[in-house]
């Protein structure tokens, strides 16, 4: 390992070639790599964290699909009513069909290559409910989902020997006149810069939910580097301002804040509590109470947090006390476990500090519904770096088949497309550009530190962004944002022997400002209140901004109008669910 110091040469530039790229190594990037290898084409992968660790192991409820296993009479239009209706009707009605219509095919997959699913005593795969689902399509593993899932994929990944390197930060995108050639980047360990020559590349590495200063991603996931690459290479940005906000982060220790506590704690009959010792839930949604929906009970609690009634660390309590320990220690072993070694604390008998915490990123990067391509030629995104499914609001347990449905057909048109191409052309300049950039943060004598600018930012996007916004509010933050990008200018890079964290930190407040400019934004015009968009100065859903905000750095936010969805689900979608919780989990 090269060893870097105040006096040694930068490690020699490394070149790699391959037909597609995957940058990204959670469960989007495995599937759409699995797809191409099976297809014999050339892939590699590549992400900045362990893929044994991916962000998708963390995902714990469940994975949609109408198999009708439970319930004969569920279908994949009646999965696509729910998830439009759950969007507030800002989902794209084609990528909702797609998904839905090869929901039954992912589990199909997974099932292929030894998914251990739950199953009931006849074999039959189990599901349950699962938030805002009118039948029981929700397939699951305990409360591991996505970890079992993760370990399914890189197993068959290594049977089919997809090469993954799991040390490696793409800093930039490369591509000339619209099309696609590669990536540039560097190895954390030892910091080679590493130019990867490609026909295509697939982004897979996440959202941006990790601007906010509680958020349920860890310290170096979801910076919001796919926005920051794809726009860097001619993407769009859909969505930005549309993040899901759990009602359940931890609030300490600071370097965890935002670790979720399962909302299996209010499903199994745990009560929230203000500082004051009052049950809050009464005064938002008498009927459902603590198993309201997430983006109410988030509301409900931001607002007790808001007017005073919250606890001195900003907070309001979660108590399982009260349940029998047998109980907690049958369903909800995790939180026991989790809040021990975190706090020292007995669930079984004191209440948890909690509060809502940025979750999902809901929006992404702007692709089509038909192969998720960018509309920069060879460029695709999948999973939560992409966007489209979810709009205003997303139905647990979709996360997850939409990176297996998408990552089938995302691989197999990335390989269409790197077979059909006659000519690549490559700028050195482009190149060049990418390099210089690496070169210029590591040569730099600058006073500014990147880990303190992204805390200053978090905090920034938590006071100006968070659950509940005004105008006044957004404004504000895009003063203090535009004060933090200059300061930007001025970072000092400092490697040492442990390796070149602090370059990837860097490289990480880089995708955050540029994420943070696109949310604060697409924030500002959105003017109404809608599903997890809550405007206290526009209280209303208005029908004129039934679309979609687009952001570029070059030409700011446009607005798409949304389309409308087909027959085939376009009346389910607008017919009233029971919203009762008798036998139901929360989301």
Known sequence: ????????????????????????????????????????????????????????????????????????????????????????????????????????????????????????????????????????????????????????????????????????YITRLLSDEGRIFGAYGFDIVDGSPVIIHADAVILAAGGHNRIWRNTSSRRDENTGDSFRLAALAGGKIRDAELVQFHPSGILEPTDAAGTLVSEAARGEGGILTNALGERYMSKYDPERMELSTRDRVALASYTEIAEGRGTTNGGVFLDVSHLPREVIFEKLPRVYRNLIDLQMLDITKEPIEIAPTAHYSMGGVWVDAESHNTGVAGLYAIGEASSGLHGANRLGGNSLIELLVYGRITGADAANYTKNLTTVHRSPEVVAEARAEMQQLLSSMGTETPRVLQRELRDLMSEHAGVVRSEESLQAGLTKLAQLEERANHLGVHPDIAGFDDLAHAYDLYGSLLAARATLECALERRETRGCHNRSDFPEQSDALRGNFIWSPTDGVTFEPAAEAPESFRDLAAETIDTSVAGKLVE
């Open 1 to 168: 390992m090269n060893i870097p110091t105040a006096e040694s040469a930068q490690p020699t530039e490394r070149q790699l070639s391959t037909s597609v790229l995957v940058i990204g190594t959670g469960g989007a990037g495995l599937r759409a790599s699995i797809e191409l290898a099976e297809r014999g084409v050339q892939v590699l992968a590549v992400g900045k964290r362990r893929k044994h660790d991916a962000h998708t192991t963390l995902a714990a409820g469940g994975i949609n699909a109408a198999l009708g296993t439970m319930d004969p009479e569920d279908s994949w239009e009646q999965h696509a009513a729910d998830t439009l209706r759950e969007s507030y009707f800002l989902g794209d009605p084609a990528i909702i069909e797609t998904v839905t219509r090869g929901a039954a095919q992912g589990i199909a997959d997974l099932e292929r290559w030894g998914m251990p699913f739950a199953r009931e005593e006849d074999g039959r795969i189990s599901q349950r409910f699962f938030g805002a689902h009118k039948y029981r399509r929700t397939c699951y593993a305990g409360d591991y989902t996505g970890l079992e899932i993760q370990r399914t994929l890189l197993r068959r990944a290594r049977e089919l020997d997809v090469p993954i390197i799991d040390t490696v």
